[in-house]
């Protein structure tokens, strides 16, 4: 039974990683200006050679494709490891980054951040996101835990009221600021189409980082998953992880916010697929939702930027295709417990 | 093997426990008693330093027991809980594996012992047939049969249990209590659970520990404790003993 897991985990991330490849080999060839995959190994090859002129197909495919492709893996991996984790926390399969409400938060710093002047770098702007984020995690959490048990509807609650309380105050930001208006929306619709290289170097290491903290809680997150006073007495320092857990997924969800904007419903969709697959033990669920979380926001940004050719659909309204017919699916059935 | 000194624990301003003290004795099987709100499972979750108990209050082999890290205080107190949430389907098998936890660090996945343990304890509570099915598919029984399975593979020395026998019939109600009696007698455990039926507790257990009005109104031998007098005072209900087939039991007028 033990060999036989931990083989099935190999397999498993091999196949992921390969279709990852696919869709990144298929996402680098599509789009505006067409690439085969003869062109795509020819313009690899050429960086390695050092030799000949840049063309202007050499600079869409690295300075344009390349990077938007990159993010997308990092920010849908991240998002995704964010759902796996507060699902765990909150003991609640209905929660992600977007419907608790802390991806607002991180936007509404972006926002502050920008009025303040302080966009010129993305770290910047990160760390603002990540202040505000912070405190829409601790506020949500406190007011969730109220009473013993976590209520589903105290959670969903607290994180539409967040979600309206924020876009509140950046619709009011963004009113006397017009100026700075178009710069605004931005981050609370989604978009990966200003996507660079210096967006990856900023939110890259985010990521890794809050990647292995969440890996290396994996079996505590587990015990956690059946209730908190079990896990303690199971040998679980119960306070000390959720704190470390909700920092670094915090941590990760404001920088991938400060790099694209809002992206719903990644986090919920990618971690209850992959436990329909292999069950609920999240050290199969979170090294999973890496890989299958980057590939579908991929895909979904691929969608986006093709289906409609010239002219661009925000990801987040493909992931909300995708995601909100699923949420209701998940209400409908824990409707018991509610 | 458990010793309380001046426990006192309050929710708030509500006072659940005051002054307690008492001492448990290796391989005790001992039934906290007492009606509703008496501060029964409180002092249970005291004992398993689930709740933030002071310093010097509870002594769990002689040392202190915040002194113990969580891990190896999970090493030496086995706690089932009344409830189990099930939001997430985790099998049984998972489940019982769980109790190996504190004996793992982060990122250690089951060694061989583990899993010979896992399919030991789960022999003993007869649920090694029911390994793959999810605890959200189970009876009552079996799922407390599970939870015991957890806490066995804990190798803990002491069992704390909140209300075992509640939710189920009477058949599974024998069943578990004599799983229970088994366990402290071939294993010398030390085990205190929360029992409501007097005649149960009376005809397997050693000890009991009764608390009244936040405070322990008597500790000692079962069968002395549980006289028509102190049912009288303790639980407000007329009952007298008699002995049915050279078992004493209660009968309530």
Request: glycine content about 6%; some cysteine.
């Amino acid at each position: 039974m033990k060999a036989n897991r931990l083989q099935s985990k190999r397999i498993g991330l091999a196949i992921l990683t390969l279709l990852m490849l696919v869709a990144v080999l298929l996402s680098l060839m599509v789009g505006v200006s067409h690439f085969t995959i003869g062109e795509i190994f020819s313009i690899i090859g050429q960086c390695f050679s050092a030799e000949g002129e840049t063309s202007v197909a050499d600079t869409v495919f690295w300075n344009l494709r390349m990077p938007r492709v990159v993010l997308c893996l990092l920010v849908g991996a991240a998002l995704s490891v964010c759902g796996a984790s507060y699902q765990s926390i909150f003991r609640n399969p209905l929660t992600d980054p977007y419907i608790l409400g802390i991806s607002s938060g991180a936007s509404l710093g972006a926002a502050i951040s920008i009025l303040m002047g302080w966009e010129s770098t993305l770290v910047g702007i990160g760390a603002t996101a990540l202040a505000t984020a912070l405190l829409t995690v601790l506020l949500i959490y406190k007011i969730a835990s109220i009473g013993n048990r976590m209520h589903t509807s105290t959670l969903l609650l607290t994180g539409v009221c967040f979600t309206f309380l924020i876009t509140a105050v950046i619709s009011f930001l963004m009113v006397l600021n017009q100026d700075k208006m178009e710069r605004i929306i931005f981050w609370t619709m989604g978009s990966f189409a200003t996507a660079s290289w210096s967006d990856v170097v900023a939110v890259a290491p985010c990521v890794v980082v809050g990647i292995c903290v969440a890996i290396y809680y994996s079996k505590d997150l587990n015990l956690l998953l059946v209730g908190s006073e079990t896990a303690k007495s199971l040998g679980v320092d119960v306070e000390k992880i959720k704190k470390h857990l909700l920092f670094f997924t915090t941590l990760m969800v404001a920088f991938a916010v400060s790099s694209c904007g809002v992206i719903g419903f990644v986090g919920l969709i990618v971690p209850h697929c992959i436990r329909l697959v292999v069950g609920p033990d999240n050290r199969l669920v979170i090294p999973y939702s890496i890989f299958v979380g980057g590939t579908f926001l991929l895909v979904c940004d691929t969608l986006a930027r093709t289906v409609l050719q010239p002219a661009e659909l925000p990801v987040g309204s493909i992931t909300a295709l995708a995601g909100a017919p699923m949420f209701i699916y998940l209400l409908y059935k824990s409707k018991k417990q509610l | 093997m458990i010793e309380v000194k001046n426990l006192s624990y309050a929710y708030g301003k509500k006072q659940i426990l005051n002054d307690m003290s008492f001492g448990i004795a290796k391989g005790d099987f001992c039934a906290i008693m007492g009606p509703n709100g008496c501060g029964k499972t409180t002092l249970l979750k005291c004992i398993a330093n689930l709740l933030p108990v002071k310093a010097n209050t509870v002594f769990i082999n002689g040392k202190d027991s915040t002194s113990y890290t969580i891990k190896m205080l999970a090493r030496q107190i086995a706690f089932v809980p009344q409830h189990t949430p099930q939001d997430f389907e985790f099998s049984a098998f998972e489940t019982v594996q769980m109790g190996r936890n504190p004996y793992q660090t982060h990122l250690q996945n089951e060694s061989q012992k583990d899993w010979d343990i896992v399919e030991e304890c789960m022999k003993q509570t007869n649920t090694w047939h029911l390994r793959f099915a999810p605890l959200s598919e189970m009876s009552g029984g079996e799922k407390q049969r599970v939870l015991l399975a957890r806490a066995l593979a804990q190798q803990t020395p002491i069992m704390l249990l909140d209300e075992p026998l509640s939710n189920l019939d009477i058949s599974h109600q024998f069943e578990i209590i004599k799983l229970l009696r088994n366990i402290s007698l071939n294993e010398k455990k030390t085990i205190l659970l929360i029992v409501h039926d007097l005649n149960m507790a009376m005809r397997y257990c050693q000890s009991l520990l009764l608390l009244h009005n936040r405070n322990i109104v008597y500790h000692g031998d079962i069968n002395k404790g549980l006289t028509p007098q102190n049912i009288k005072d303790y639980f407000g209900v007329d009952a007298i003993k008699e002995n049915i087939n050279n078992q004493p039991q209660i009968i309530y007028k």
